[in-house]
């Protein structure tokens, strides 16, 4: 089973729905992260969180919002989707201590029409 | 400048032969380095870390050159299973990994 599970793996959705992707981690890492990645684009992180009552925007949150139900879950919401946000979405996961690597979840291909 | 700087490639190579790729970072501070591989469409994975005296993998070796403020990776006797997109993450921060666009590899036969 992977270490990091994102569900679901793809979604294809409409223009103004809410969409909750869902991200679950059996590593123990306390750190969190969630990416989206666009083609010919670099990582780029929507939201992180270091621990359960930690929360933090990173450089594109606007139109995300994020709920870290236990250590091992971060979720990731779309309140009200735009194309746009079309995109391939990553979890993360790392140790709490500085100068760690991050893993990966396998990944969610959201299309939003 | 970006934080992070990758040259996209593609790198076309010949199996067998040697490749390497530079990422360039613009924080001195920096602390940390990965080089991470990453599939078409999928998850990026980590390769391996970067140690301030390089290290070495098996075909693949790392290194870091402060002064120009780089990390390098060398890829020896390429695979056609070398083919891929290969990032470099810094760290700039105590808090988050800075990644950057990716260098893609492709290994013909």
């Known amino acids: 089973d992977a270490d990091v599970t994102q569900t679901p793996r793809n979604r294809i959705t409409k223009t103004g729905k809410r969409i909750m992707l869902e991200c679950s981690q059996t590593?123990?890492?306390?750190?969190m992260y969630w990416y989206r990645q666009d083609p010919g684009l670099g990582l780029q992180l929507i939201y992180y969180?270091?621990?359960?009552?930690?929360?933090n925007k990173g450089e594109i949150s606007d139109g995300y919002s994020v709920s870290r139900q236990a250590q091992a879950k971060f979720s990731l919401s779309l309140e009200s989707a735009i194309p746009n946000q079309t995109a391939l979405y990553f979890c993360a996961t790392s140790e709490g201590t500085v100068n760690q690597p991050q893993h990966f979840g396998d990944g969610t291909r959201l299309s939003i029409l | 400048r970006k934080e992070v700087e990758q040259d996209p490639g593609p790198f076309n190579v010949p199996e067998g032969a040697t490749v390497a790729f530079n990422c360039t970072y613009s924080n001195s501070a920096s602390q940390s380095f990965f080089w991470y591989r990453q599939d078409c469409r999928k998850e990026p994975k980590l390769l391996m870390s970067?140690?301030?005296s390089g290290n070495e993998d098996g075909r693949f070796t790392a290194q870091l050159n402060r002064a120009s403020q780089y990390i390098s990776l060398l890829i020896r006797d390429s695979k056609l299973s070398d083919s891929a997109t290969y990032l470099c993450a810094v760290n700039p921060y105590t808090d988050k990994l800075i990644f950057g666009t990716g260098t893609r590899l492709q290994v013909f036969p």
């Open positions: 970067v140690y301030s």
């Open positions: 590593k123990g890492h306390d750190r």
């Open positions: 969180s270091f621990d359960v009552k930690d929360i």
